[in-house]
């Protein structure tokens, strides 16, 4: 006889149940935030938004699909982009935000994608780095959930709320975006860039 789950066994979880079953995702939250906001700060804060609202709702949880970390990705994506439409409401808001920060890059100069050093990315070459940053945030969460993350397409799509064509869509123009931009540093490395390399690479026999 199946073991109750600890999600079904209370209609509201309390704060240390909720924590002991959601802390271990709690690195690949903060990857993605990251990925998301471009400053630790911010997404530190994404982190603990996501979190405290997780909580709140926690009996709406169901076990199924990508389970928690899932559930905890579709919670930090639409705290993001809430966010995200109302800053668009009140500009003066977003740039008093950063404003004493003189980490920031300076005017007219991309901030940083990713945390490349929270991803291990120490001795990556700064041309793949540079590419990876180049990508438009909606590329770039694509392919951290897919080659970072390891999820599924119909996980991504849960994730961003998109049918799971379109995360195809976007995996595939990702991936031809930093073969184009790579070229150079293909030819160094002595690495294929075709159309054949590519198929051989992606995750054709992988469920959705």
Same mark, same amino acid.
């Given at each position: 006889?199946?073991?109750?789950?600890?999600?079904?066994?209370?209609?509201?979880?309390?704060?240390?149940?909720?924590?002991?079953?959601?802390?271990?995702?709690?690195?690949?939250? %903060?990857?993605?935030?990251?990925?998301?906001?471009?400053?630790?700060?911010?997404?530190?804060?994404?982190?603990?938004?996501? %979190?405290?609202?997780?909580?709140?709702?926690?009996?709406?949880?169901?076990?199924?699909?990508?389970?928690?970390?899932?559930?905890?990705?579709?919670?930090?994506?639409?705290?993001? %982009?809430?966010?995200?439409?109302?800053?668009?409401?009140?500009?003066?808001?977003?740039?008093?935000?950063?404003?004493?920060?003189?980490?920031?890059?300076?005017?007219?100069?991309?901030?940083?994608?990713?945390?490349?050093?929270?991803?291990?990315?120490?001795?990556?070459?700064?041309?793949?780095?540079?590419?990876?940053?180049?990508?438009?945030?909606?590329?770039?969460?694509?392919?951290?959930?897919?080659?970072?993350?390891?999820?599924? %397409?119909?996980?991504?799509?849960?994730?961003?709320?998109?049918?799971?064509?379109?995360?195809?869509?976007?995996?595939?123009?990702?991936?031809?975006?930093?073969?184009?931009?790579?070229?150079?540093?293909?030819?160094?490395?002595?690495?294929?860039?075709?159309?054949?390399?590519?198929?051989?690479?992606?995750?054709?026999?992988?469920?959705?």
């Amino acid at each position: 006889m199946p073991v109750p789950s600890p999600w079904r066994a209370h209609h509201r979880l309390d704060r240390a149940t909720f924590e002991q079953l959601a802390v271990e995702h709690m690195d690949a939250v %903060y990857r993605l935030a990251l990925q998301l906001a471009h400053h630790p700060d911010e997404a530190a804060d994404l982190v603990q938004e996501a %979190y405290l609202r997780a909580l709140r709702f926690a009996d709406g949880f169901e076990e199924k699909g990508g389970g928690m970390r899932s559930w905890l990705f579709t919670i930090l994506h639409n705290v993001f %982009y809430s966010r995200k439409k109302r800053e668009a409401r009140a500009p003066m808001a977003v740039e008093s935000f950063h404003e004493a920060d003189d980490s920031q890059p300076a005017p007219g100069e991309p901030p940083p994608a990713w945390d490349l050093r929270s991803l291990d990315w120490d001795h990556v070459d700064e041309r793949v780095k540079k590419a990876v940053e180049a990508l438009s945030p909606e590329h770039r969460e694509v392919l951290l959930l897919w080659g970072v993350e390891g999820m599924k %397409y119909r996980e991504i799509a849960a994730v961003m709320n998109v049918p799971i064509g379109t995360i195809m869509s976007r995996l595939h123009r990702a991936r031809a975006i930093l073969a184009s931009s790579l070229e150079e540093l293909a030819a160094d490395r002595g690495w294929t860039t075709g159309r054949g390399a590519s198929a051989s690479r992606t995750r054709s026999t992988d469920p959705l």
